[in-house]
């Protein structure tokens, strides 16, 4: 399978969570926005790499609740920066945080680690 081009400011972590991405683009309320299902391929700090069967252009911007499997939640505003064709045909698509708090960024940070330091020990 051929690998996302790496293009990451921050370390991810590989993740399964599956959320939606409202469409703020078009400078509509969250009720209103459109609403695109995506599955979560990777996350840092900075950033999210995702897949999703819908159409999604570059630099527009979404909202997205993420869930975490330690059921912290945090709201942030991703920008689309790139995307790739992946081998299986699925698009994959990476995005910056451009709306994320300090904290949330720390939380991720931490929980990347958190799994990093019990995937090597496993």
Do not use: H, W
């Not at 790496?6 to 969250?30: F, G, P, V």
């Not at 995307?83 to 995005?95: A, N, P």
């Not at 904290?103 to 995937?119: A, M, P, Q, S, Y």
Request: glycine share 4%.
């Amino acid at each position: 399978m051929s690998s996302f081009i790496e293009n990451r400011k921050a370390a991810r972590l590989e993740i399964d969570m599956t959320i939606a991405l409202y469409d703020i683009t078009k400078n509509q309320s969250i009720k209103d926005a459109e609403k695109f299902p995506v599955e979560v391929m990777n996350i840092s700090k900075s950033g999210i790499g995702f897949t999703t069967e819908c159409s999604i252009e570059i630099s527009s911007f979404y909202k997205a609740r993420l869930n975490f499997p330690t059921k912290d939640t945090m709201d942030v505003i991703i920008r689309v920066v790139r995307s790739q064709t992946l081998e299986d045909g699925r698009v994959m698509f990476g995005g910056t945080f451009v709306g994320i708090s300090e904290t949330d960024k720390f939380k991720i940070e931490v929980f990347r680690l958190f799994n990093e330091k019990n995937t090597k020990e496993s």
